[in-house]
């Protein structure tokens, strides 16, 4: 049962967000290499699919590679949010 209270919306008293923050390394070619959900949308199995959409959606954008102060492209870590609407 969704209900809102506040202005948030909750499911069966779970607080749920309308957004995943993931944060996803590169490597120095710009492909991504690791993902991780640093901030769920929620915790229910539907909430779990839009974290994944998350994930799969911030892994295609391109990625700038940075350079190190010897201009040679380096990795770095990313932190992205997905808002959910």
Same mark, same amino acid.
């Given at each position: 049962?969704?209900?809102?209270?506040?202005?948030?919306?909750?499911?069966?008293?779970?607080?749920?967000?309308?957004?995943?923050?993931?944060?996803?390394?590169?490597?120095?070619?710009?492909? *991504?290499?690791?993902?991780? *959900?640093?901030?769920?949308?929620?915790?229910?199995?539907?909430?779990?699919?839009?974290?994944?959409?998350?994930?799969?959606?911030?892994?295609?954008?391109?990625?700038?590679?940075?350079?190190?102060?010897?201009?040679?492209?380096?990795?770095?870590?990313?932190?992205?949010?997905?808002?959910?609407?």
């Amino acid at each position: 049962m969704i209900r809102t209270c506040g202005g948030k919306a909750t499911l069966d008293g779970e607080r749920n967000r309308p957004w995943s923050r993931v944060r996803f390394t590169t490597d120095a070619s710009g492909a *991504v290499t690791n993902t991780e *959900v640093i901030e769920r949308s929620g915790l229910s199995h539907e909430h779990r699919l839009l974290d994944k959409a998350a994930i799969d959606a911030l892994s295609t954008c391109p990625v700038r590679i940075g350079l190190d102060e010897n201009g040679k492209p380096v990795g770095a870590q990313i932190v992205a949010s997905d808002e959910w609407k």
